[in-house]
């Protein structure tokens, strides 16, 4: 049950990132197009690849980074920057799935992106705390 609502809000984290950086002023900062696909149906494909990411890439990426983790939100940031490109790599590049596509547009709203996901995912850390 733990990993089905780790799937959900993950989706629900590309589902913020959209709408918060899918507005006027940033148009077309992040595409999230499905053609063959319903919205939730995409979100939820996302969901299950970053649920894979957090699952397998992340402790990796925690334990090469470990001699730093004294300077934890900076490291914390990276780790989360190279999750989201690695999404976008596994959504565009490895899945291309017909009419698909998840990535950020301009550097600014990668690094708000960035901040956004990490929010998200120290909420998603306290939600699913091992108690």
Known sequence: MKIFFSILLN???LFIIAFLLNNDSYQDAVV??????????TYLLGGIVLWLLN???RP???LLWLPLFFIYPIIALLINAILLWLLSKAINNILALPGMTFEINWAINFIIAVAIFTI???VYSILFSKK
Request: glycine fraction near 0%; aromatic fraction near 18%.
């Open 11 to 13: 989706a629900s984290i």
């Open 32 to 41: 999230v197009l499905p053609a063959w696909f319903d919205a939730w149906k």
């Open 55 to 57: 699952v397998f890439v």
């Open 60 to 62: 990796v990426l925690k």
């Open 120 to 122: 998200l995912n120290i």
